[in-house]
């Protein structure tokens, strides 16, 4: 029989960034040496020689946030169906992250984007001017993953210009980042396109009117070159 | 100077569903008569003829929901530009209704979508089976705006089968709607297209087969008739 720290069924190891776990896999009553392995999700883990028969541990040292929910199985060499899983549920307060400095034109749309990481699962909230945000019809809309927490304006307003705090409650703490929504008034845009279709209208035009007149300005020309020369073209 | 209920300031009257409101506009110092007008919104309101000089009185009854947000204005005959306005801020707590018993086949995609009318504002969450719903990554999607809260599932499986409560929590009350969604196996389709294919391809085969072998067909057909004439054709 397989044991990992003393279980012979799989289980979830609770532990916290920081910490450290020790993982001991013994095989009971055995009557011969039996090899252990161990993998970390998919992969194989490289064991010392002597750590391999009969008893084998392995130590998960610096656990992160990023080790939530990582699986380390210990499986007999010789039937490697024969396994017991560990599965650590790393459990952290809401860790919040995001652009929080955004400034936008009157009349356009802008996305706030709350990066959010929380085991266990926080509640998430958006607040402007710390109240609970008035969602406004057709205008205001959030949108939630399990790692972003999105509120998008349409038709940005300057009244909408402040402070909007994403929250993130959950049972370890709150946490809350601030983002701030600068709107701008809307600069009458320089029409690029139009400006350049007249100057091709214009350019044009002049060359046209040269081609039509280029015998009148040849004529202006060899007057110029030589005014006594009279000699009719 | 024109007030109404005494003010002279345009302000947000705090009503609840069912009351009734009455509004009193009046012209303070008048010197002649001043006919007053009322308008909801931008329409106007009919006023018995004994209720429009110096001083006119409208009563809102039985205010719902609907009517949160919506302005009074009084204004001078005279100088409509004159005007006091009162605006209902009508609370109440959280209205939820939709479509709460969905079956879907296992690998479907799956919308539940909780209505929503609250004021002030309510905090909306999504639990499964009482606990805070664990958003997983890329199957799980909320989405938020004022009047509605959506939780997507995408390739749904069998472990999503569940009562899931939509949950909104304002300052007056905090309210719940279950969704119990049923996911059942999935059905293996008849494959009606390739089924329709195969016929045509069969009875072209055989109208082909048919005309090929026309002359000979023909020739049974004759001998059938006449079986002892045999004329050579």
């Given at each position: 029989v397989l044991t990992v720290n003393g279980k012979t069924e799989n289980y979830i190891l609770d532990t916290t960034p920081g910490s450290q776990a020790s993982l001991i896999c013994a095989v009971q009553n055995h009557t011969r040496e039996e090899e252990l392995l161990w993998y970390r999700e998919e992969g194989r883990v490289d064991l010392k020689?002597?750590?391999?028969?009969?008893s084998s541990s392995v130590c998960v040292s610096s656990?992160?946030?990023?080790?939530?929910g990582i699986s380390f199985t210990c499986r007999?060499?010789?039937?490697?169906?024969v396994s017991v899983s560990v599965v650590l549920n790393v459990t952290f307060p809401p860790l919040l992250s995001g652009n929080d400095f955004q400034t936008v034109e009157e009349g356009s749309n802008v996305k706030l984007v709350c990066n959010v990481k929380a085991n266990p699962q926080a509640q998430m909230m958006w607040y402007k001017n710390s109240s609970l945000l008035d969602l406004e019809k057709s205008r205001h809309q959030i949108q939630q993953t399990s790692e972003s927490f999105q509120l998008s304006i349409t038709?940005?307003?300057?009244?909408?210009n402040g402070t909007y705090s994403c929250i993130a409650k959950s049972s370890l703490k709150t946490e809350s980042l601030d983002f701030h929504l600068i709107v701008k008034d809307k600069t009458v845009g320089v029409p690029i396109e139009p400006i350049i279709a007249a100057c091709v209208v214009i350019f044009l035009t002049l060359c046209f009117g040269l081609i039509a007149r280029r015998k009148k300005i040849m004529k202006l020309c060899m007057k110029d070159k030589d005014p006594h020369s009279e000699t009719a073209l």
């Open positions: 020689s002597g750590n391999k028969i009969n656990i992160s946030e990023n080790d939530n007999l060499g010789r039937d490697q169906s038709k940005v307003e300057k009244p909408d």
